[in-house]
């Protein structure tokens, strides 16, 4: 199990980067972490012709905050550095809730932000938290930069909004409306497994009643799902005594999860009615 | 730090492989050796290890960076070896199962032999580098990180109990899960 | 071959066996200097690649390797064509062979479909070797194999070992004259009636699924020629060396003498490294065809979908008891998937049968077989080898008579457990040997009762109770079975006084892991009165030691371990008595001690001294050379047991389960190293959980395998398991001098049983009733969804 050839390339700038991806009349891939990259290229269902490693572009390499007030993640900061980074740990929560979900530390010691972002694997926790948190993708080409909303940058699974000479820079998160609180849940069958179904949830209370919900799924379709039907029903309730049963219903009626060797439709349904209140009531405990 | 002879690196033997891509100059530090060489920009790490520079401790399991077996310290961090590219590493730092004991075994390998950490060892130096990482951590490690860790290396022989008990004599765990915000 | 028999006879108590000795293969393991096959690197090696069959079965149309042979670094490409009457097909010769007792007895049909080494008109699995590149690394070997063409003609495809053997079935394999492979019926005593007189007759169907033992090291082989003798020598990280080079030599068509197979150390087998694979024969095959060095080790992708798997049998089981829950018959038909061709025999499916009632007195049985072939993997031996699919089936059943009876699954067993006083146990059946299958030892109640001093259940169920009340499912689960270890026909070993005073002990059985550098030496260093420091272990070596059969079937201990006592202690008289020669003293006069020749009236000599003063004396006794030889052949089978106890808590929401507790009693008579020993109870233990709650090796309809990565087929980690509780008893074999049974399956074969029975014990109030593995939280979900169905729609 060995990757077919290619041509690797160290780039030493985002310009070095962009042009090679808009230059090289061969397939180009940028290579940031890895961790998801090398398995496929090692079972070949990739081919791409020449890497571009983008990891030591210096431009990449940060984590700061915005003078908005912005996290700003680098296209070649690790996991584990932002899990362990003090400004992530302290004002976005949800963020590092969503990584320690993410393989083991010995894949974060090596995977990136945006390399997740990316590559966009439907059961991946980090594009459901960009959702959640209206994060803002990065992005460069030869013709310029632009900024993509999460929501907007998700496609399908291993499918985003990215053109072939395209390249992430970073991705912004903007703080947590003040009273906002997170949690992301998630259903493996062993601790560091892909999600069978997990959820990523923001609340916030008023006057013992939910006067904020929103819920992101992940592992139930292509792209994060948000479903505003079990929202609109769940804002103004208490959750301790919300109908459960009615949203799960009304999840059933949105989601069409699909089957596969670790659940089946049915069970990923179930799940998402389960880890959705199980979640919130979490987020309601933070409140 | 003085290096034992088995922990060095042999001196890299380049094959004549008519290899279909480019080759890429590497300059990296393995087990505190320097080594300057050219590799084949698809080579993995653990190939580069066992088969050019005589390392072959560090064991390759799956390839798809699911068994932990290639684990190995790249600048202090444990890292699947088989989903690292040789040519990626130039400037780093990389250290292997060999480069741990002196003359007497390495806290965490000696912590293995007391509680019969090991059957077949196939899984073993992957594990022990694994747990290295946190060995060498100056903050105490929290019960749910210790899980982390541990969930990410595969032993198909002992039942991990004994892999365990090693990782908690090696390891300090801090008696309270006050970093688990999980 | 002779048997050799001993001459020294026990003085005293053993001093090393039954010490937790710490492993002395540790120190090399940690410091990364083990030498797996992986690592045997010879210069100039080549390495190989297979292009492998992505249809579950097609016929080869047509096949062109001209690209791939003119590839950069490509040195050979062979098919199956050019094989053809230059290697032979492949038979695990020694598996599918049917003793002549069960000849006689049971006349069962065995049929065998030879492997060819590379497919040449039909692939019937996916997976299934076709084309060989040997190439200058791996990584151009693959690339070669891309540029192969093929044309596949798609054929008819069956995966469902049941479909298989409806009479309108697609064949799985064209040249067979339909999809049975085997087929055998054992029975004693009146199933009929039996019945006739039950107060309860319990029909039920239970099933293991298919699994794959998955050994952390994948099966390699490196094959060499050596530059002075020009033959073959062979690494390989095989459990049976000496069949490995058997095989090789007939497939090849040259002698034995010509072939040396060595293992390395050896990274797990638990059954996958026991059989022979077409690769193993492939590899020597190019080494002797080229001249060169080649190397082949499979990636896990080749591990999970092309190398054996295992288990997936389906019992359907009649239980006839009395109101107590005596059982009075057991019937079971059993149909188990061979896969693409039945390699192996009777070993697993026969084994299942005689084990399926193995610790219960049950006067009647009636136990048929059928092994059907599909468009599958071949399944082979893994760790029980029979065992875990029959007690999952048999300790199922016996939880649901107790659920039927209102009466506590404990207490079922207990009125039928076989105790001290019915052995030695004549079950009626005939073994795997064709000999009357009997059970020499032990005491199954005395576990029974063990685990409920381990365990309390009277508290249990209190809690229980309580806890059902908020919504909290926790139950357990027992799991019993037997063990008949220590598999013949023999197993040989040789000790011998080097020149350094060194005592070289070799032996058949090689070590995956087991220990045997520790635990053998043991056995050897007691039976020589010779620190353990002095004696070198060397496990399969064929140009050491001619004659071995290997590491299987939880046979090392009893058969090697014998026969390395037998060797020592034979080794030792002859020190004795060399040394009272060399003095011209009675050999009373001397004794080895501690390593040292003590001599009445004279220095005591180290055993260096020794050889040295033999080599220049003129003495022409003919035992002068201080090397002994012995065969251990086991008069029958030494009978092991096990009673596991699993306490789940069952998420009834996710479907997801726990284990709050486990608990395993073994016996295996007397234990050489208890560290050992546990750690193989141990690693048993969580490889049969990993089958009760995660393994599972899936095609779909069209025979595609998906789970073929470790993201997809889940092995159990750190968390998937609690501390497991260990308890003993002891009950030493007679079959042999050191009183040791077999113990490295036992482990395996308790958990599906146990966690099964648990998680239906902790569903109880749903009234769902398991019947397969693994329980997984889909197959949970689906018992609730179904019983909700159920009792909203009035049922039961």
């Known amino acids: 199990m060995k990757p077919a050839p290619f041509d690797y390339v160290m780039a030493t700038s985002v310009a070095d980067v962009v042009n090679h991806l808009a230059e090289d009349e061969r397939e180009v891939k940028v290579l940031a972490g890895g961790q998801s990259l090398v398995p496929v290229l090692n079972m070949r269902l990739a081919r791409p012709q020449v890497l571009v490693d983008i990891t030591r572009v210096p431009d990449l390499q940060t984590i700061e905050l915005t003078p908005d007030g912005e996290l700003r993640i680098g296209a070649a900061v690790r996991q584990t550095d932002a899990l362990e980074h003090p400004l992530v740990r302290r004002d976005w929560p949800a963020v590092v809730s969503a990584i320690r979900h993410i393989g083991h530390p010995q894949i974060r010691n090596s995977g990136t932000v945006c390399g997740s972002l990316a590559h966009a694997d439907s059961s991946a926790e980090l594009p459901a938290v960009a959702v959640l948190l209206d994060a803002r993708i990065q992005v460069v080409s030869p013709r310029g930069s632009r900024e993509v909303r999460a929501a907007d940058f998700f496609l399908g699974t291993f499918t985003t909004d990215l053109a072939p000479d395209e390249l992430v820079t970073a991705v912004h998160f903007p703080p947590s409306p003040a009273g906002t609180r997170h949690d992301v849940s998630e259903f493996t069958q062993r601790r560091g497994d892909f999600a069978t179904v997990g959820v990523a949830t923001r609340v916030a209370r008023r006057a013992d009643l939910l006067s904020e919900c929103r819920a992101v799924f992940f592992g139930v379709g292509g792209t994060p799902v948000r479903v505003p039907t079990v929202e609109d029903v769940l804002v103004g309730s208490d959750p301790t005594t919300a109908d459960w049963a009615a949203v799960a219903t009304l999840l059933a009626e949105a989601l069409s999860p699909p089957t596969d060797v670790h659940a089946s439709a049915e069970l990923r349904l179930e799940l998402a009615a389960t880890l959705l209140q199980r979640s919130i009531l979490s987020a309601w405990e933070l409140c | 730090m003085t290096i034992k002879k088995a922990a060095a690196p042999r001196s890299p033997v380049t094959p004549r492989l008519v290899e279909p891509t480019a080759w890429r100059h590497v300059d990296l530090e393995v087990n505190g050796s320097t080594v300057s060489t050219e590799v084949e920009s698809r080579l993995l790490l653990s190939d580069f290890l066992r088969e050019r520079l005589a390392l072959t401790g560090t064991h390759v399991g799956c390839e798809q960076g699911a068994c932990g077996a290639c684990t190995v310290l790249l600048d202090g961090r444990a890292v699947r070896s088989c989903l690292t590219l040789a040519a990626a590493c130039t400037g780093r730092e990389v250290r292997t199962i060999e480069g741990l004991a002196e003359d007497s075994l390495h806290p965490v390998q000696q912590a293995f032999h007391d509680h019969h950490g090991l059957q077949c060892g196939f899984c073993t130096p992957g594990f022990v580098m694994s747990i290295t990482e946190l060995h060498e951590r100056e903050e105490p490690v929290s019960e749910d990180e210790l899980m982390d860790q541990l969930c990410g290396n595969i032993c198909r022989c002992t039942g991990y109990r004994g892999i365990e008990r090693a990782a908690r004599q090696s390891v300090r765990v801090a008696t309270e899960g006050g970093a688990d915000d999980e | ?796």
């Open chain 3, 1 to 796: 071959m002779s048997e050799s028999t001993s001459t020294r006879e026990a003085t005293e108590a053993p001093r090393l066996v039954g010490q937790p000795i710490p492993r002395v293969e540790d120190d090399r393991l940690l410091r990364g200097q083990g030498r797996f096959v992986d690592d045997v690197t010879l210069p100039d090696a080549l390495h190989i690649a297979f292009l492998r069959s992505p249809h579950a079965h097609a016929r080869i149309r047509s096949l062109d390797t001209s690209a791939a042979e003119s590839a950069p670094g490509v040195v050979a490409v062979y098919d199956g064509r050019s094989l053809l009457g230059v290697v032979e097909p492949l038979v695990n010769i020694e598996e599918v062979r049917v003793p002549p007792g069960l000849i006689e007895g049971v006349a069962p049909i065995v049929k065998i479909q030879p492997m060819p080494p590379l497919a040449h008109d039909e692939v019937n699995y996916v997976g299934q070797p076709m084309v060989m590149v040997v190439a200058e690394s791996r990584y151009l070997a693959e690339d070669a194999v891309e540029e192969i063409l093929v044309d596949y003609e798609p054929l008819p495809v069956v995966t469902d070992p049941e479909r298989a053997l409806d009479p309108d079935s697609p064949l799985a394999l064209l040249e067979a004259d339909d999809n049975v492979g085997l087929q055998a019926h054992i029975s004693t005593g009146d199933m009929e009636a039996a019945i006739a007189g039950a107060h309860v007759v319990l029909e039920e169907t239970f099933a293991s699924q298919r699994y794959v033992p998955s050994p952390m090291e994948t099966r390699g082989v490196v094959a060499s020629i050596d530059p002075f003798s020009a033959r073959l020598q062979m690494w390989s990280n095989t459990q049976t060396p000496h069949r490995v080079r058997d095989h090789v030599a007939h497939a090849l068509g040259i002698s034995t003498d010509d072939v040396t197979v060595t293992t390395p150390d050896v990274g797990g087998g638990f059954g996958q490294k026991g059989i022979l694979i077409v690769e193993e024969i492939l590899v020597p095959f190019a080494a002797r065809d080229l001249g060169r060095t080649v190397r082949w080790q499979a990636d896990r992708t080749e591990n999970l979908v092309a190398d054996t798997h295992a288990r997936e049998q389906i019992h359907h089981l009649t239980i006839a008891a009395d109101a107590d829950g005596r059982l009075l018959g057991v019937r079971d038909r059993c149909i188990t998937n061979m896969g693409c061709r039945n390699v192996v025999g009777l070993v697993v499916a026969y084994n299942a049968l005689v084990h399926l009632t193995g610790p219960y007195r049950v006067p009647a049985l009636d136990l048929e077989l059928v092994g059907s072939l599909t468009n599958t993997m071949f399944t082979a031996p893994y760790r029980g080898a029979g065992r875990p699919e029959a007690a999952f089936a048999m300790e199922r059943a016996m939880d649901r008579l107790a659920v039927r009876l209102g009466k506590d699954p404990a207490e079922v067993r207990r009125i039928n457990l076989l105790t001290e006083e019915d052995m030695p146990y004549f079950s009626g059946l005939l073994d795997r040997r064709g000999l009357p299958q009997e059970i020499d030892t032990g005491d199954y109640v005395k576990m029974l009762d063990m685990v409920e001093e381990m365990i309390d259940f009277p508290t249990f169920r209190e809690e229980q109770a309580r806890l059902r009340g908020s919504g909290v499912h926790r139950g357990v689960g027992l799991g019993m079975y037997i063990e008949m270890s220590g598999l013949g026909p023999f197993e040989s070993a040789r000790a011998t006084v080097l020149p350094s005073g060194t005592v070289r002990v070799s032996t058949g059985s090689p070590s995956q892991g087991q220990g045997h550098a520790t635990s053998f030496v043991q056995v050897a260093a007691d039976a020589l009165d010779v620190p353990m420091d002095d004696i070198e272990l060397v496990g399969g070596d064929t140009y050491n030691l001619q004659y071995g059969v290997g590491t299987i079937a939880s046979r090392a201990m009893v058969t090697a371990g014998n026969a390395i006592d037998m060797a020592c202690r034979e080794l030792h008289t002859q020190i004795e008595r060399a040394a009272a020669g060399l003095h011209g003293v009675a050999p009373e006069d001397v004794a080895l001690q501690a390593g040292k020749v003590v001599v009445a009236g004279a220095a005591s000599m180290t055993l260096a001294e020794l050889v040295r003063a033999l080599t220049r004396s003129p003495s022409d006794d003919p035992s002068a050379g201080l090397s002994a030889h012995a065969y251990f052949r086991p008069p029958n089978y030494a009978t092991s047991s096990g009673l596991h106890a699993a306490v789940v808590e069952v998420d009834t929401a996710t479907g997801a389960t726990s284990i709050l507790d486990y608990v395993v009693v073994h016996e295996a008579g007397n234990i050489v190293n208890p560290t050992i020993a546990d750690g193989q109870i141990l690693g048993g233990a969580v490889q049969g959980i990993g089958g009760a709650l995660l393994e599972h090796l899936q095609y779909d309809a069209n025979g595609q395998p998906t789970t073929a990565t470790y993201m997809d087929y889940l092995m159990p980690t750190v968390e998937t398991v609690p501390e497991i509780r260990l308890g003993e008893v002891f009950y030493p074999t007679p079959t042999n001098r050191l009183g040791v049974k077999g113990l490295g399956e036992g482990g395996a074969v308790g958990p599906q049983a146990a966690i099964a029975n648990a998680v239906e014990d902790a569903l109880r109030p749903h009234g769902v009733v398991v019947r397969s593995t693994p329980v997984n939280p889909d197959h949970i979900r689906r018992l609730l969804r179904e019983s909700a169905a159920a009792t909203t729609s009035g049922g039961e």
